[in-house]
Nanobody, 119 residues
């Protein structure tokens, strides 16, 4: 099993910055993908940013140029630096870890952390 613990959410004014962190523990292989998703009220969960073990990164168009994802493999931690925050960034942000175990996909989720952007 894998556990993911997130931190760093909160209330922030438009234009402000926040950094989310997510630390993984448990049965983690050497090759895994980590990502941040978010879900706003009444909307589907959407992928925000993904980082592979190789370092390759993919961002949603809505956050390009404002958000930066990074990872520290030694600490099994992924970060999401969010700058120039907008009210539409308000959502519960979830950390995700994906890995293949004997060709079986395994998907793990954190408990979520609330980010509220409001004046």
């Amino acid at each position: 099993q894998v556990q993911l613990v997130e931190s760093g959410g909160g209330l922030i004014r438009p234009g402000g910055s926040l950094r989310l962190s997510c630390t993984a523990s448990g049965s983690i292989l050497s090759n895994y993908i980590m990502a941040w998703y978010r879900q706003a009220p009444g909307k589907q969960r959407e992928e925000v940013a993904t980082i592979l073990s190789s370092g390759r990164i993919v961002y949603a168009d809505s956050v390009k140029g404002r958000f930066t994802i990074s990872r520290d493999n030694a600490k099994k931690t992924v970060y999401l630096q969010m700058n120039s925050l907008k009210p539409e960034d308000t959502a519960v942000y979830y950390c995700n870890l994906f890995q293949l175990l004997s060709s079986t996909p395994n998907n793990y989720w954190g408990q979520g952390t609330q980010v509220t952007v409001s004046s």
